[in-house]
């Protein structure tokens, strides 16, 4: 008996290890969709006779390895087994180590069906499948059992010691975690039914909403007990996705913390994912052998840091400083690098994107490789907007015309036709002098046109696929998205026209396919998991979550109680002040008078929200007359991230002075502010979005879907943005301060009963 647990790989895994050589070459090359691969395999297997075995399992094994996959077909009357791939530039382009990838996944094949079939000898064929022309070219090799048999075994052989390797890391991986110590000496307050309700949503394999106030640690108290599972439960990997770059460094934190206090460090490896944009090292250069020097030679050395990655000691986290060194000491992209080593690591912490887009990795790789994986989504509130903006997609009239200026003449021709079918469309729309509509059905004529031109441009660039045009490509991909978006239209999403200039002949609009459910596509992602914890400080109403992130029906929903008393946090609600847009400018003597006071009665560091950037430049004109003895600070328009830093370091234990920001804006959430730093909140709108067209449709549209248009559309997400606002003063057990809500409706029953149970409102003497 073999006293080692087998490893279990995919064929395809195994040669991309094993056989994978040469450059990076991510050079542009347009790849057929997912369904134009279907039915081009479709379409082949149609072509062969009656005996054809499409779709062929195998599985062979060699030593402790169990190599496992699907042939695309055998012919058993010609001996002839085939690997189809499906293609659309022509193939003289395709890089030399593509070629060979496919023969030795075809070889593998050949060696485990030889050896089911007790053959000798067998047809080998490499059938490339054009999906323009439908055009088949066939290259076909005869090979002898015994051959093929040599080969399987040399890339079982070049694999071996790295499962090997895996599977001890596993079995300590998993005998660490079930000794693993809590990284405090007690939990906080709150933390622990927190971290319970975690393990227990793991085991149940259920999806968990768990509100929990700032403060009690959820980073650390997600993360344990999901680690703490993983063993009992075969999880392969857990994913915290994160909807900020502070989400991502406080996960970050809590691992590194996790990791120092077991008595041994446990054997975690632990993967920070970046954007392309940020980890790249050569930002001018494009990603292949020829242009970058990182790419060139990739696979040659990918294995050797690949080895160093996995063997850095015990509590080291990969982060983005930490790999970069390590990609640059082994002279490979550290992009890619990090790419490859999603599939050795433990946990993998990166942005939403990466498991709920459109062609999110972390989810395509985990459904490719069968792994099982737990989901932690911190602040989580922000997943309905990200969800919704991850399945929207904008056309803008502006950049066709624009790009029609500097085309290459080949596509002068298809970008005309699109520029007047679009034209047709503004007559259309615009018939009744609207500048906005909803356009009842998806324009057909227009998407046609867009298909063609997005036709011509694969072309071109396949033809050319070395020039570097970027406003072409970004129109291209843009292109693509919208019309993937189109074929996945439904009630979850609208067609809109809006009018974005207008002139004698030069009408232009945006196009956009806007999601408004975002709970269509969220859902089966988050079925995909074996759990999901989604965790945030206000994640209430649970209804309004479920409907739309898309819960699964077995979901859990924990509110964890606030460590705070009431006595630590005024609240107070001025009745005098009514923040509707057409009181504002009346209001705003008594709204600038009540801050002065608070600040004279109390002075401190306070924050002060208001619901745009007009209306606090037009607050803090009118408090700087009034009151010229504080200091304010004003939040910029799109301040960069060292601009922000530079803001609330102004905030210190000694200073004295109202930061002046916008609610739902950077300093609304995620931002730590303990002691003195901050010691009060003014709160200047109920939060609630705008009253425009396209909030006006999202509420129909919202209330045709779920009966709840207003309080989904305006009042719940308004509300979230206060109590996150408001959030930012009681950090800790010991802070003290005052929240200051600053309108009339504050005073409404039904408005109270979504803001924090704890608080204790005064009544307005
Ligand atoms: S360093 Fe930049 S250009 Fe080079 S391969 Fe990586 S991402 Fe591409």
Known sequence: M????????????????AAKSGDLDLRFTPAPSSQEGIAGHALVASRRGADYRAELSLSGQYQGLLVRGRADGYDPGRKRLEEVKTHRVALARMPAN????????????????????????????????????????VLCERHSAAELQMFFEQLCERFQGWAERELDHR????????????????????????AESVYKAAVSGRCLLAQAPTGIGKTVGTIFPLLKASPGQRLDKVFFLAAKTSGRAMALEALNKISRAAPEAPPLRVLELVARDKACEHPDKACHGESCPLAQGFYERLPAARLAAVSQPSGTLLDKAALRALALQHQVCPYYLSQELVRWADVVVGDYNYFFDLSAMLHGMSQEAGWRVALLVDEAHNLVERGRKMYSAEL???????????????????????????AALNKEAGEAQREYAVLEALPAKLLTALQLASAAITEYMSEHPTERDVALQDFYFEALHFTRLAELFGPHSLCDWQLSSQGLAKTSSTLCIRNVLPAEFLKPRLQAAHTAVLFSA????????????????????????????????????????STRYQHRRASLPALVALMGQQFQQAPGNYLAFFSSHDYLNEAADLFEREFPAITIWRQQRRMAESAQAEFLARLTESSQGIGFVVLGGSFSEGVD????????????????????????????????????????????????????AAGRVIRTVSDAGVVVLMDDRYAQPEIQALLPRWWRIERPS
């Open 171 to 194: 079995a300590a991986r998993d005998q660490a975690l079930n000794t693993l110590r809590f990284p405090h000496a007690d939990f906080r307050q709150g933390q622990r039914p927190l």
């Open 396 to 422: 803008q009239q502006a950049k066709l015309r624009a790009l029609k200026l500097d085309a290459p003449a080949v596509l002068k021709k298809p970008l005309d036709k699109l520029q007047r079918t679009w």
């Open 673 to 724: 502010l303990p002691g003195k730093r901050l010691i009060g909140a003014f709160i200047a709108t109920l939060g609630l979005p705008q009253l425009n067209p396209v909030n006006e449709q999202i509420r129909m549209r919202l209330d045709q879907l779920l009966g709840q248009g207003y309080d989904y559309a305006y009042l719940y997400p308004g509300l979230q943005k206060v109590v996150q």
């Open 2 to 17: 073999n006293a080692k647990p087998q490893y279990t790989v995919a064929v395809r895994a195994l040669c991309e290890f």
């Open 538 to 577: 206000t994640l209430q109403p649970f209804a309004y979550f479920a409907d739309l992130l898309g819960l699964p029906e077995r979901s859990a929903w924990l509110e964890v109680e606030a460590p705070f008393s009431a006595e630590q946090l005024q609240v107070r609600v001025a009745q005098q002040v």
């Open 98 to 137: 593509h070629r060979a990838l496919h023969w030795a996944q075809l070889k593998v094949y050949g060696a485990l069906l030889c050896a089911s079939e007790g053959l000798t000898e067998l047809d080998l064929a490499l059938v490339y499948f054009d999906v323009v022309s439908e055009q088949e070219t």
